[in-house]
């Protein structure tokens, strides 16, 4: 059983959302000295402004070590499920994501976590499972990355297993499985509202295979829009294939200012004047290196948009252009985007006042 009071589980509204608010530099990798600082401080100003405007969620990114590059991007990071919570607490009718990498996390703490923060938010968490990737990350943590899919997906299929037993399953019970051997096992509080929505943003086959067999959102790239609707046609067939929906998102990121010039302006300041390139040709290869996040023939050819947005789609221009831009992802079948600014605060309230006032008049979005 599903949330119903999930701001993730209506129908017939593109779901916006934050990505990243809880990482130094956003989804940016620039050295401009405004860029985003990821405070506590910062985060519930953004999260309070969010929930005001009707935005549906918020999905951090679980990272251990930074970038490097003159900025270390990515190095300072709130944990993300005290992240959520603390979030839950302060916000109204916002979902909340927590990210976790099933390896670092034992599944019996995150099956209450998640149960506890969604008694906070009264049915508003959510989970991103991340099965693994960043080899460097994993040996700061002194865990060992399987190379193979096969063990990273395995492994990740039973911990989260185990979690949905602790949810749906009233007493206690023992789990005798391959990685965990658990003896009169039991949790509680449950779940608000049933399971809360799960993500997966798997873009390996393998992945792909687990993310449409247990979450509800999968996350896909939007670099060649033609791709990505093929690609969401598939997907929402294996999952139909294996007798559940999932819904397809994307992550974006946003420049919208009056005229196109004074966006373009901006964008050449933080990004073309600006970026910290030695952060981001780290991130590229380890994309290139230990992940499928984006297919590695488009990856070769969006250095830029690395940079720019952590690969995200640009929505570059005026709010006519953004709103554009926001159609024609859900044109190519995609169910939602996250968003992300180079300041979210001070950016958000420009793009609330201008762009969403056009997605609701366009039926994209219910008002509220
Ligand atoms: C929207 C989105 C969010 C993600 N969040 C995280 C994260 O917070 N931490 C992380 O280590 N990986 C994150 N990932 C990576 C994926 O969870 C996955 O590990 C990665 O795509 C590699 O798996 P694959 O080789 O099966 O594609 C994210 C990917 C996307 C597209």
Known sequence: MTAPSNRMFRKNHFKLGTFSTNCSGGMTVTKIPERWDATWESNLAIGRLLDDAGIDFMLPIARWIGYGGETNFHGYVLETMTWAAALLASTQRITVFATIHAA?????????????????????????????????????????????HETRYAYAQEWFDVIRKLWDEPGRFDWKGHYWNLLDVHSDPKPFHGQPPIINAAGSGLGREFATRNADFLFTPAIDLARTAEEVGELKQQ??????????????????????????????????QNTDWAATDNLVRLQFAHAQSFPHDLLALIRDRMAMGHGGFPLIGTPEQVADGICQLHAAGLGGTTLSFVDYTKEFPYFRDNVLPILEARGLRQPG
């Open 104 to 148: 670092a996390n034992h599944p019996v703490v995150v099956a209450k976590q998640i149960a506890t923060i969604d008694q906070v938010g009264r049915g508003r968490a959510g989970l991103n499972i991340v099965a693994g990737w960043n080899k460097p990350e994993y040996e700061a943590l002194g865990l060992t990355l399987p190379d193979d």
């Open 239 to 272: 999952a139909s294939a294996a007798g559940r929906e999932v819904d397809v998102l994307t992550f974006s990121h946003v420049v919208c200012r009056p005229t196109e010039k004074e966006a373009r302006d901006y964008c050449d300041y933080f990004f073309g």
